[in-house]
C-alpha cells in the first residue's frame, strides 16, 4: 500500500504558474502509474494528466494541453504536475493517484488516492 500527500497548491493569479508535488510513502512509486485529477465545486472529479512508471509515456486533458506537464522522479518518490499559464476555470482541489495497472484517464483504474490541494486561480 502506498501513501500519498499532495502540496504546492495557493492562489495565484490568471497566467501565472503553480507546481504541484505528489509525495509518496509506504511503498517505491515505481511500483505504479500515476495520474493527477482535479475537482471543482459542484463538478465531478476529472482527469488533468497521468505518467506511464518509466518515464516517457504520458496523457493529458484536452483542456490543460500545452500548460500542464506531469512528471516523475522515481529516486525522490514524488510526481510533480507543472501549471503555467493558468485560468480561472483551473480552480479545483487537486489529487494524486496511484495505479497498480497502467496508466488511465478513468478514476476507476487508480487505486490509492491523496487527500488533495486546493488550487485557486483569480482573474
Known amino acids: 500500500q502506498v501513501q500519498l500527500v499532495e502540496s504546492g497548491g495557493g492562489l495565484v493569479q490568471a497566467g501565472g504558474s503553480l507546481r504541484l508535488s505528489c509525495a509518496a510513502s509506504g511503498r517505491t512509486l515505481r511500483a505504479y502509474a500515476m495520474g493527477w485529477f482535479r475537482q471543482a465545486p459542484g463538478k465531478e472529479r476529472a482527469f488533468v494528466a497521468a505518467?506511464?512508471?518509466?518515464?516517457?509515456?504520458?496523457s493529458y486533458a484536452d483542456s490543460v494541453k500545452g500548460r500542464f506537464t506531469i512528471s516523475r522522479d522515481n529516486a525522490k518518490n514524488t510526481v510533480y504536475l507543472q501549471m503555467n499559464s493558468l485560468k480561472p476555470e483551473d480552480t479545483a482541489v487537486y489529487y494524486c493517484?496511484?495505479?497498480?495497472?497502467?496508466?488511465?484517464?478513468?478514476?476507476?483504474?487508480?487505486?490509492?488516492w491523496g487527500q488533495g490541494t486546493q488550487v485557486t486561480v483569480s482573474s
Open positions: 505518467i506511464s512508471r518509466t518515464v516517457g509515456s504520458t
Open positions: 493517484a496511484a495505479s497498480r495497472e497502467g496508466y488511465s484517464s478513468s478514476l476507476r483504474g487508480y487505486d490509492y
